[in-house]
């Protein structure tokens, strides 16, 4: 027994020394990120932006407005939903009023291609873009005037297939959104950022994409999307494979969180988890040699001491002094505010990274799809049959 005990306590060093360290690197990656400074152009070809909706959100009219008040000379905007019912089309025609019928075009289109509900109204919206550049913004995205300079900078040259921005949530009020706002901006950011500067993956993030209509068609149109998971990740490993550039831009975006109870923060945790994993299994297991705080908890229970108790100290201090300064980097005060449940975003991590080995189906308007090894969705059974 003594020595199964030993055996544990040394397990879990591995982690807690692996987590605390890449803390301190994600800090110096997150800093030279950020520095770098794209050469800037006078390119500023005509652009279509496609704003996919889907009933009310928290702010959703502000934000949808962000993307029909940029300093850009020649561009469309079109809001697509898929029910002519949704909550959100008044404050679609409400802005299409606005800013006049010429720059904001608001599409209902009732196209099921696919699972994934996203592609499908995006497949709405695309019919109706004008130019070749072509922007995917989510609906909770709050964007700077700007942004579409930014984004299609990259894309003067002829090698860069696809072009991607970081984000940071915000908006969290309640306990649940802030434990989310943290599981992006203290966790999930600073490695996607850790890999893009060492170089150790490629990173393409759903709520902002720029790519040229034609390189979307190269790689197979929306429609071959449509029965993905992953839709974002899946854009990028094509463009990567295919032997173009995918850029990640050092410009960082706002994204609303929006959660109606802790039930659809804790599902909404583990369908991340599930996604992650799918794009990435090996990558995503790894992860548990970098998880310190939750192994941190275990070594002190299992050792009831002092030193126990100094290693989960200066375990959690490492790591709430690491993610301060990463927050500062990103411009975060949100999560300046929200540290001391980082610990616990931590601990709940772990679990979550459990669960996503259990659960392989995802619902979808009633009907249950299983989940490939792909990142594709077959359809499993209805559930009102």
């Not at 055996?7 to 994600?26: A, D, E, N, R």
């Not at 990656?29 to 152009?41: A, D, Q």
């Not at 908006?171 to 500067?197: C, G, H, Q, R």
């Not at 459990?354 to 308007?365: D, G």
């Amino acid at each position: 027994m003594l020595n199964l005990i030993n055996s544990l306590q040394l397990l879990c060093l591995v982690p807690i020394l692996g987590g605390s360290v890449f803390s301190i690197l994600t800090v110096g990656t997150v800093k030279r990120f950020f520095k770098r400074s794209p050469k800037k152009t006078n390119f500023k070809p005509p652009v279509s932006i496609l704003k996919p909706v889907r009933g009310l959100e928290k702010n959703l009219k502000r934000n949808l407005r962000t993307i029909a008040t940029q300093n850009y000379p020649d561009y469309q905007v079109i809001y697509s939903v898929q029910d002519p019912k949704d909550a959100a089309y008044p404050i679609l025609k409400e802005i299409q009023a606005e800013f006049g019928s010429d720059r904001i075009s608001v599409v209902i289109s009732t196209i099921e291609a696919g699972a994934n509900g996203k592609v499908n109204n995006l497949l709405g919206a695309i019919k109706e873009a004008r130019h070749d550049i072509i922007i995917i913004s989510d609906s909770d995205t709050n964007l700077q005037p700007d942004y579409i300079e930014n984004i299609v900078n990259p894309l003067v040259n002829s090698d860069v297939g696809c072009v991607c921005t970081p984000f940071k949530v915000t908006k969290a009020n309640t306990w649940y959104e802030k434990l989310e706002l943290l599981t992006i901006n203290a966790d999930f950011m600073p490695s996607v950022m850790f890999a893009e500067v060492t170089g150790a993956s490629n990173s393409c993030l759903g709520p902002s994409i720029a790519i040229r209509r034609s390189t979307l068609d190269e790689l197979g149109g929306l429609e071959s999307l449509a029965d993905y998971l992953v839709e974002d990740y899946e854009i990028g490993r094509r463009v990567w494979t295919s032997g173009k550039k995918m850029v990640l831009l050092p410009y960082m975006i706002d994204v609303a969180v929006d959660l109606a109870n802790w039930r659809n923060w804790w599902s909404h945790q583990v369908y991340w988890d599930q996604n992650t994993y799918l794009a990435r299994p090996g990558a995503f297991i790894a992860t548990i040699l970098i998880r310190a705080v939750p192994f941190a908890l275990i070594f002190a229970l299992i050792r009831g001491d002092n030193m126990g108790l100094a290693v989960l100290i200066a375990t959690i201090i490492i790591r709430l002094i690491t993610a301060a300064i990463i927050a500062q980097e990103m411009g975060d005060k949100e999560s300046l505010k929200s540290l001391y449940l980082l610990p616990f975003r931590d601990a709940f991590g772990l679990i979550f990274w459990a669960l996503s080995f259990t659960q392989r189906t995802v619902i979808w308007r009633g009907v249950e799809f299983k989940l490939t090894s792909h990142g594709k969705m077959v359809m499993h059974r209805s559930l009102s049959s």
